[in-house]
C-alpha cells in the first residue's frame, strides 16, 4: 500500500483526449447537419423564386389577374411527390448510399419549393424577406438552445408530436370552414410546436451521434438530421408568415 500512487496518471490524459475527438467529431457532424439544411433551404428559395419570375409557373399553376392562382396537374403532382419522398428517405435511407440520399434530399427540397412559389403571389417580397430573417433569428436561438441545454428535452417529444398531429387535423378541418378564428389559433399553436421541435429536434440529433459511426452511417444520419430541422425552419416560417407577412390585396 506504501507504494500506491493517487497521482492521476497517463489514462487521464488519454481519457481527456477522447472526450476532445468525440467533442471534434460532435462538432463536424453538426456542421454537417446544417450545411445540409442551409443548401436544402437555398435550393427551395432558388427554385420557388423561378417557378414565379419565369414560364415554368404555367407548367404548375394557373394564375388569373387578380393575383389568384390554381394548381394544374402537374403543380399537385409536385404537391404531393415530397410527401412521397419523405417517406422514401425515412423508410429506405438504411439502403441507400450516401450520394442517393443526398440526391433525394435535394430532390424534396426542389420539389418544395415548386410547391411553395405562391407564397411570392401572395405575400410582398419584403414582408417574406422580413419573416425569413425572423424564422433565421428564432430557429437559431432555439436550436442553440436545444444543443447546449443540459435538461432532457426527450420527454416533450409525445407532446410535440401530439400538438403536431392536431395542427394538421385542424387545417384539414379547417379547409371546409375556412375559419379566421380557427387559422389565427391553429398558427399560434403551430409556431410553439415547431419552435419545441426545433430544440428537441436539435438535442435528439446531438445525441444519435456516435464516434463509432463508419462514414456511410454518419452521413445518413447527417441527412436526416438536417431533414428534420429543414422540415422545422420551413413550417416556423410558414407559420410566421401567415402572422406577419403582408399579403399583395392589401
Do not use: C
Not at 194 to 204: H, I, M, P, R, S
Amino acid at each position: 500500500m506504501a507504494n500506491y500512487d493517487n497521482r492521476p496518471g497517463s489514462g487521464t490524459v488519454y481519457a481527456r483526449g477522447a472526450v476532445d475527438v468525440v467533442d471534434q467529431g460532435l462538432r463536424a457532424h453538426m456542421l454537417r447537419v446544417y450545411n445540409y439544411m442551409a443548401i436544402g433551404l437555398v435550393v427551395t428559395g432558388g427554385v420557388a423564386w423561378t417557378v414565379v419570375n419565369t414560364s415554368l409557373i404555367n407548367l404548375f399553376f394557373t394564375v388569373d389577374p387578380t393575383g389568384g392562382y390554381g394548381m394544374s396537374a402537374l403543380g399537385w403532382v409536385a404537391l404531393l411527390a415530397p410527401l412521397a419522398l419523405v417517406f422514401a428517405l425515412s423508410a429506405g435511407i438504411g439502403r441507400m448510399s450516401v450520394g442517393t440520399a443526398q440526391a433525394v434530399f435535394w430532390a424534396y427540397a426542389a420539389l418544395m419549393g415548386v410547391s411553395l412559389a405562391p407564397i411570392f403571389l401572395i405575400y410582398t417580397g419584403a414582408s417574406i424577406a422580413r419573416v425569413f430573417f425572423i424564422s433565421a433569428a428564432s430557429f437559431g436561438a432555439l436550436s442553440l438552445w436545444g444543443y447546449t441545454t443540459s435538461r432532457d428535452l426527450s420527454g416533450y417529444g409525445s407532446f410535440l408530436f401530439m400538438g403536431l398531429i392536431g395542427v394538421v387535423v385542424a387545417s384539414l378541418i379547417n379547409l371546409f370552414f375556412a375559419s379566421s378564428a380557427l387559422t389565427f389559433a391553429i398558427t399560434i399553436i403551430g409556431v410553439l410546436v415547431f419552435a419545441g421541435l426545433t430544440a428537441y429536434d436539435t438535442q435528439k440529433i446531438k445525441e444519435m451521434y456516435t464516434v463509432n459511426d463508419d462514414g456511410t452511417v454518419a452521413g445518413r444520419k447527417a441527412i436526416m438530421g438536417a431533414l428534420s430541422l429543414y422540415l422545422d425552419f420551413i413550417n416556423l416560417f410558414l407559420m410566421l408568415l401567415r402572422l406577419f407577412g403582408n399579403t399583395r390585396s392589401n
